[in-house]
Nanobody, 114 residues
Framework: VQLVESGGGLVQPGGSLRLSCAASGFTFSNAAMSWYRQAPGKAREWVGTIDSIGGSTNYANSVKGRFAISRDNANNTVYLQMNSLKPEDTAMYYC????????WGRGTQVTVSS
């Protein structure tokens, strides 16, 4: 199993970013996928989850209405669209798979600052 995040960077408050997580090594279309984040000095926290077919999503209250998860099962990729970004969204963002075992990508850094 391999999960590779990309798309992070520096963005001003109020801006947008779209993160991608490219997956391989398992049947992607059978697996729910999640995004997590970890800010410096804080515990890793759940951001949201999308079901295997993209028909259902759930989000943490802190990002609800601003973030959206989608997936492309033809290309084994899950996305995290982040809008109206705030400085408190600054963190390393990870995608996560649970398939009997837990699998994590290496993360992509998002920094929200003016």
């Amino acid at each position: 199993v391999q999960l590779v995040e990309s798309g992070g960077g520096l963005v001003q408050p109020g801006g947008s970013l779209r993160l991608s997580c490219a997956a391989s090594g398992f049947t992607f279309s059978n697996a729910a996928m999640s995004w997590y984040r970890q800010a410096p000095g804080k515990a890793r926290e759940w951001v949201g989850t999308i079901d295997s077919i993209g028909g259902s999503t759930n989000y943490a209250n802190s990002v609800k209405g601003r973030f959206a998860i989608s997936r492309d099962n033809a290309n084994n990729t899950v996305y995290l669209q982040m809008n109206s970004l705030k400085p408190e969204d600054t963190a390393m963002y990870y995608c996560r798979l649970y398939l009997g075992n837990l699998y994590w990508g290496r993360g992509t850094q998002v920094t929200v600052s003016s």
